[in-house]
């Protein structure tokens, strides 16, 4: 399968506790997004980056949101000291660059679900 | 905050009917595109429109986009049970927002045998 992957799938964690996700998106996509998706919602922008860059962060992530692409591959979300409106479905994209005019196609994993007990 | 709006937010009908739903803004989209998504599963693409007045079709699918570019609708024919999902449309505002898709809150369909 040559797809997005995120791992976990779901995560139980504690209010207060650290918890990291990971996304491996499509082989030599330059571009890799973070959405957040609450129930009964579409997906909420959180971050995307370009190659290794993060180029924007939403005003949603807070200071206890952290993401990284440190070889342009792979990308981690850390949220630290969890809260329980954390909870949600964390769902990471690929594309393969940015195209003129806008319209990339977006390729998403099955999403990160998390749980903040 | 959502900026797209979407309608109705459920449909349930029998297999066989037709269904449409609707998707609105009250700013110009620079592309919009349509998703299905599955419960515990991540969006799929179903299409992609830009240019205004565009019209496609996937096999029962038909989408239109808007000649204003503010609107879109999908439209399907004689529903399958496989139809059932949460549909999903996503839109690109201007280029400071080129692959930054702004979600409505979806449509949930379910298609009864």
């Known amino acids: 399968d040559t797809g997005v992957s995120q791992d976990p799938r779901h995560k139980i964690t504690k209010r207060g506790q650290n918890v990291t996700f990971r996304c491996d998106p499509i082989?030599?996509?330059?571009?890799l997004y973070w959405y957040r998706q609450t129930l009964g919602q579409g997906p909420e922008f959180l971050t995307y980056?370009?190659?290794?860059?993060?180029l924007e962060k939403s005003r949603l992530l807070s200071d206890r949101f952290s993401a990284e692409r440190p070889k342009g591959s792979f990308s981690t979300l850390e949220i630290q000291r969890t809260e329980q409106g954390d909870s949600a479905m964390y769902l990471c994209a690929s594309s393969p660059t940015l195209r003129w005019g806008g319209g990339e196609t977006q390729y998403f994993g099955p999403g990160t679900r998390l749980l903040v007990l | 905050t959502q900026l797209l709006e979407q309608s109705p937010q459920f449909l349930s009908i029998q297999e066989g009917e037709n269904l449409t739903v609707y998707c609105n803004s009250s700013s110009v989209f620079s592309s919009l595109q349509w998703y299905r998504q599955e419960p515990g599963e991540g969006p799929v693409l179903l299409v992609t429109?830009?240019?205004?007045?565009e019209v496609k079709k996937l096999k029962r699918l038909t989408f239109q986009f808007g000649d204003a570019r503010k609107d879109s609708s999908l439209h399907i024919t004689a529903a399958q049970p496989g139809d059932t999902g949460l549909y999903l449309c996503?839109?690109?505002?201007?280029?400071?927002?080129?692959?930054?898709?702004?979600f409505g809150a979806g449509t949930q369909v379910v298609v009864t045998p």
């Open positions: 429109v830009v240019t205004g007045g």
């Open positions: 980056f370009q190659n290794e860059a993060q």
């Open positions: 082989s030599e996509h330059n571009r």
């Open positions: 996503a839109g690109e505002y201007g280029t400071d927002s080129w692959g930054k898709l702004q």
